[in-house]
Each structure stands twice: as structure tokens, then as C-alpha cells.
T-cell receptor
């Protein structure tokens, strides 16, 4: 089966600019996750969707980060405006349902200058 | 919220030796404990997981043990090979409707040929 797809793979922006990441989960996977992985740390959950509804966004900095999954399939994560500390790898993952094995995408490496 | 800690942060072993990586968690309601392997520049991949209704699970050269009373779980790798060199992350979640994974900071395992 095809894995989780993400684009772009790399992005370099200046602080205060905006950026958007795209994720296409494994076909049929109802649950989608966005994680932030800062260098040298484990992934940190930003937001979890079940179909097109938000299950958990408690660690999403809502003043600058937003995410949507309008049709319950693809998802986009946006940062506006970006800060230096947002430099990280943004990982998307999906699972068949809640509590199921999470499959990760290749990630988008964001560098904020 | 949940806090997951990994010890040690780095581990170096001779090829053929065994490696043990330990994690502790704080939330007694957590009942799902996966281990992920992340090679340099690649996505995290699930290598083994355990649920709280069992104490041990094995898959070829890897095994995971869980001590619910002490709130710790360990990854055991036997007959280590150079390709086992990677960062290993443990995680914990309550499962159910909220399958949010809390990851540890990771341990870098180096297997010396």
C-alpha cells in the first residue's frame, strides 16, 4: 500500500513569513496526526483529526498555527507568521482508527531564518 | 499530562551484544506503549508495541517488557547488528478515543562493528 505523503520535503522561509504543509494519509485511514519534531527531541503532537473533526489540539499554538482536514482525507498545516523557534521537522501520521498503529510520512523540514 | 522519559540518552554496544533501553511514564492510565526506530533523516517506524494487559512481547531479535507497577517499559535487542544503529523513541498513550502519543526524547544506539 502507498504510504503517507507529505509536501514539500524542505522549506526555508524568513521569520514573519507564512508557510503551509500538505499531507495525504494512507487510503482509508480515518485518523490523521500532525507532529512537530525539534532536532534532538521526540515528536510532539500538534493536532489530531478523526475524519474531518478535531480530537485534540491542546498543544497547537493557535495564535499562529492552524490546520484543517475539510473532506476527511488530505490535510494542511499552516504557520502564520513563522518564528525562529518553529524550525523543525513537521511529521504527518495516519492510522486506521483511534488507537491503531500510526504510520508516519517523510516529514517537511522547515528552516526559519 | 503524560511525561515519558528515556534513559540513557546514548548507548554504544559491540556488534552481537544485547542492548536494553528503558522508559518511564507518569500517567497510570496509559495502556499502550509503542517503540519507534528513526534512522538519520528518515521517518519514525514502529518496531514493536505492547498493551497493558501483557507483560512481555517478542518479535525475533526484539522484545518489550512492561512493569505497570513501576511504570516503566524496556526495549531489548539481542544479537545487535550495525543496521540497528538509529534513534529509538518510546511513547505512551491512554488509547481509546484519544490515542495521543507522548514521546520520549529518544536514545541514540550505536552498534560498533
Amino acid at each position: 500500500e502507498a504510504g503517507v505523503a507529505q509536501s514539500p520535503r524542505y522549506k526555508i522561509i524568513e521569520k514573519r513569513q507564512s508557510v503551509a504543509f500538505w499531507c495525504n494519509p494512507i487510503s482509508g485511514h480515518a485518523t490523521l496526526y500532525w507532529y512537530q519534531q525539534i532536532l534532538g527531541q521526540g515528536p510532539k503532537l500538534l493536532i489530531q483529526f478523526q475524519n474531518n473533526g478535531v480530537v485534540d489540539d491542546s498543544q497547537l499554538p493557535k495564535d499562529r498555527f492552524s490546520a484543517e482536514r475539510l473532506k476527511g482525507v488530505d490535510s494542511t498545516l499552516k504557520i502564520q507568521p513563522a518564528k525562529l523557534e518553529d524550525s523543525a521537522v513537521y511529521l504527518c501520521a495516519s492510522s486506521l482508527g483511534v488507537g491503531g498503529e500510526q504510520f508516519f510520512g517523510p516529514g517537511t523540514r522547515l528552516t526559519v531564518l | 499530562g503524560e511525561n515519558v522519559e528515556q534513559h540513557p540518552s546514548t548507548l554504544s554496544v559491540q556488534e552481537g551484544d544485547s542492548a536494553v533501553i528503558k522508559c518511564t511514564y507518569s500517567d497510570s492510565a496509559s495502556n499502550y506503549f509503542p517503540w519507534y526506530k528513526q534512522e538519520l533523516g528518515k521517518r519514525p517506524q514502529l518496531i514493536i508495541d505492547i498493551r497493558s494487559n501483557v507483560g512481555e512481547k517478542k518479535d525475533q531479535r526484539i522484545a518489550v517488557t512492561l512493569n505497570k507497577t513501576a511504570k516503566h517499559f524496556s526495549l531489548h535487542i539481542t544479537e545487535t547488528q550495525p543496521e540497528d544503529s538509529a534513534v529509538y523513541f518510546c511513547a505512551a498513550s491512554r488509547g481509546g478515543a484519544n490515542s495521543k502519543l507522548t514521546f520520549g526524547k529518544g536514545i541514540t544506539l550505536s552498534v560498533r562493528p
